[in-house]
């Protein structure tokens, strides 16, 4: 069985991070986010996934060379000369994506994070027999995605509305998809929504059924989601049996610190913060609602809460918070008060 990711959007809204760095390698609870995504695949015996790329290709294929062998799966690269949108990417990569079983093959956006149970989706996709399936959840701002109304006892989709104005339902569009072959019989190689003009036509033929995902979800693929993200992602590690979270009288709540990271004394963590690998963090700082990213430097009495520290320093003393995201050599210099803004280079 064959999975395509699509890697290929600008990632905006997760700049300054994404000016480096593709989106889908942006570390998330101390991994690159894709990795989620291609160990689940992997886990239920998909044999190859294709990466839609359009944007920062050398870096992804870096990557890939890398993971390939580490994670035992075949990953592979399809390119796009031009944007090609949510859909475009799979005409390019159509005799990619068809196996000898002419069997579906998932498709997944690079930045949602839940529990993926692909399993049940291929048994659901096998009992209800239309042409395509995907995975449905609530949201509380349904209007930020992709829309669903359905039947509820069948799954049946009988309206799909990509980021509605009005209210339509507080079903939204999960982000991963099996697809039977046809599907790509109504695709055309050009700059194309699967959102906007693939699946409302599959539900006008009552051949898109939705499945409801149990469990939590997230698109971290914007800055305050990203935070919530991470606190969802430490409650379900809180609730294995063989949870990595850090303990001790310095946590609080769910705290997440690489072994690899230094930590100095007299620092707090938490609630729901990772740092990442061959961090520093200095003493006597304090960490809430945040990432820090692998090599970054927290100097001693620094206070960052609700951030995202992607690779750089925050000076001694320095107090950071709502939503600030640094990316590459940004320094915070030593006493600033960041509140919701973007300190300059
Ligand atoms: N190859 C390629 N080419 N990939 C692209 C392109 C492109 O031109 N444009 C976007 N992508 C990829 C992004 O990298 C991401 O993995 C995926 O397509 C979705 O793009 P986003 O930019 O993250 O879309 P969104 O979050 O606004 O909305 C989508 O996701 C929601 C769930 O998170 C839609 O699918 C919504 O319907 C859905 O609810
Ligand atoms: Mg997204």
Redesign the pocket.
Known sequence: MKAL???????T?LRPLTLIL???LVDFANKPMILYQIEALKSIGVTEVIL????QPEAMVRFLKDYESKLGIKITC?Q?TE????V??LAVAKDKLIDESDGPFFV?????ICKFPLEKMIEFHKAHGGEASIMVTKADEPS????VVMEETTGKVERFV??PKAFVSNK????IYLLNPSVLDRIELK?TS??REVFPKITADQKLYAMVLRGFWM?I??PRDYITGLELYLNTLRNKATSKLSSGSHIRGNVLIDEIAVIEDGCTFGPDVAVGPECVVEARATLSHCTVMRGARINKQACISNCTIGWNTVGQGACIENMIILGEEMYVFDKTACNGCVPSS
């Open positions: 990711i699509l890697v290929g959007g600008f990632g809204r593709p989106k889908p839609a790329i359009n944007y399809s796009e944007p090609l949108g949510t475009g990417p997944l956006n690079s930045d949602v930020k995605y992709g829309v990509e980021k939204i569009n999960a982000g700059p699967i959102e698109d693929g914007q």
